[in-house]
């Protein structure tokens, strides 16, 4: 038996269920699912941005990366 407790739903996740607490169509909840992707992507991008920026990263930077990721894979 799994006795893990939960921690209790947020202010948004109860505000979610009353908002979709009614019947969708398919074409709703894509569009609704890609609203929320688009939105965590915007953040995500966001957050990577300062990351690079702090961090002072080149594309020279990220091939260097990419090109001993490379050389080890072999």
């Known amino acids: 038996m ?3 407790k939960q ?3 947020n ?3 109860l505000t979610l269920i009353r908002l ?3 019947e969708m169509s398919s074409d709703e909840m894509a ?7 688009d939105y965590y992507e915007n953040e ?6 300062e990351v690079i920026a702090d961090k002072n990263l080149t594309t020279a930077d990220f091939e260097e990366r990419l ?6 894979a072999h």
């Not at 569009?31 to 992707?37: E, F, R, S, V």
């Not at 090109?67 to 080890?72: A, L, P, S």
């Open 2 to 4: 799994d006795t893990t």
């Open 7 to 9: 921690p209790p739903l």
């Open 11 to 13: 202010e948004i996740q």
């Open 20 to 22: 979709f607490s009614r």
């Open 31 to 37: 569009h609704i699912k890609q609203l929320l992707m």
């Open 44 to 49: 995500l991008q966001k957050e990577l941005d």
């Open 67 to 72: 090109n001993q990721q490379q050389r080890n």
